[in-house]
């Protein structure tokens, strides 16, 4: 025999028995984005490089490190996303939405591609929701959007989630508050650890996030950005604060919140889930009020989030479940052709049905008919049919002319469908 092949490393395939809690987040997430006046945006999973290199940022891990780049056979330089927002400021530029009323708010769905180490809850391909609200420099954009996500776990049930709120103010302030962090550590330099040292001046940022003990003890003393904001951007995050605080949606302030991507201003935040290991991030967003103008647009201020669909799915650990079908059709030997003819009818007539397609026995098509979870099934014979209840057992002679009819009714002591 020949080798198996196996998907690459860091991707998995999701099997039918586990889309139920999938389909439950993306549909909670369609329906609540929907009903905020969203519109789902559909980009392509692959960009030109340049995109991701000027919107995520070059200095960031992922476009340093983990994107998937390859050239095409008419030699463009193209990635595999690594993230949506780049996408979705791509596409408000090219088909003029600063045109439409503002802010334009987007929402969209589907895999992206990193380059990771891969661990529980890191994939090389994963699956993220994301929301995008364009055009508006308003506190009650962020309020909004993060409202969105916090009742989006909430309504979903995932336990043991934080939000931590911060502000990484105006880029004015930011380069003088960076100048200041980076005056700080080069003081202490001798106890940073080789690889912050050689960030320091790319981004000097990131040594918050540092397991390094050395490290830490110089940033425990290093200024804080959330103390060095402009007058305009402190007011700002007042804002966002109030309106959250209106809505009950508690937050805790985290004054070293740093993001992965560079074009994060003003109001970032992150939801964590304490149920989760070490990727206990489910999500986070913030504003980046320069980034169209970075990709070519005008200069136009917004504010965004994604959460990760895979993450979630952990997070709420619901069972697997086979998909159910409400019929399902046993067959006599002789009645195999007309088997396939009924349950044809059923799914026209709207009724989902399954049947034997692997001519087995009568015991075998019996096991069949319980595993598919039907409510009830047809016992197709020569020129007669019974249909029983699945759970009461209780078996009924239906004309076969009436059948379609009376499997439209609703199952005797009200069983469930599929
Ligand atoms: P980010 O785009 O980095 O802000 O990530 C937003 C969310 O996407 C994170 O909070 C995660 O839930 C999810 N996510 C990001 N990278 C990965 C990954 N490699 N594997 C699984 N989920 C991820």
Redesign the pocket.
Known sequence: MSEKIKAPR?TFDVLPEQQGVRRRIAETARALLEGAGYGRLDTPVFEETELFARGVGESTE?VQK?MFSFSDQGGRELTLR????ASACRAYIEHGMQKRPQPVKLWYEGP?F?H?R?QA????????I?AEAIGSDSPLVDAELIVLAWDLVTELGVEGVRLGLGSLGSPAARAAYLDELRTHMRSREGELSAEVRERIELNPLRAFDSADEGTRAVMADAPRLLDRLDAADAEHFEQVRALLDRAGVPYEVDATMV???DYYTRTVF??HCDRLGA?S?????GRYDGLIEQLGGPPTPANG????????ALALGEPEEPPRVEVFIVAEPDARERALTLAIELRRAGISADLDLAERSHKGQMKQADRSGAARAVLLGEGAARVRDMSSGETAEVDLGGLVDRLREAPAGGGEGA
């Open positions: 860091g992922v983990q690594p993230e949506g927002t992206f990193r990771e891969p809850g890191r994939y090389r391909q994963f699956h993220q994301g993001r992965g991507l992150e939801l990727q991030q489910v999500g986070g967003g989030w994604a959460l990760g669909i895979d993450r979630l």
